[in-house]
């Protein structure tokens, strides 16, 4: 199972993004998956998450309203939108995916992809 997260880059605070997570695999496409960042000397943190199927989500409260998590099932990929970004928000972005239900919590994400590092500046 592979994972690989894209998309990361430059941006001006108030700007926009869009990460992708490609995932190999017929079986991993329809795992539920998550993006978490982690920021300099900070520790990983969740963002948001997306069932198997698409159809439930769940963001963290630093996010909401600002980023949407969707996915093509065609592409084998799960999106993050990146709206309104905040110098805060810099940070590399990762994409889980897990066998069980989604959730906010590392420890039960069964496969990580590499980060891809978002920079906001002010």
């Known amino acids: 199972v592979q994972l690989q997260a894209s998309g990361g880059g430059l941006v001006q605070a108030g700007g926009s993004l869009r990460l992708s997570c490609t995932t190999s695999g017929r079986t991993v496409n329809y795992y539920a998956v998550g993006w978490f960042r982690q920021a300099p000397g900070k520790e990983r943190e969740f963002v948001a998450t997306i069932s198997g199927n698409g159809h439930n989500t769940f963001y963290s409260d630093s996010v909401k309203g600002r980023f949407t998590i969707s996915r093509d099932h065609a592409k084998n990929t799960v999106y993050l939108q990146m709206n309104s970004l905040e110098a805060e928000d810099t940070a590399v972005y990762y994409c889980?995916?897990?066998?069980?239900?989604?959730?906010?919590?590392?420890?039960?994400?069964?496969?990580w992809g590499q980060g891809t590092l978002v920079t906001v500046s002010s």
């Open positions: 889980a995916a897990t066998r069980g239900l989604t959730s906010s919590r590392n420890e039960n994400y069964d496969y």
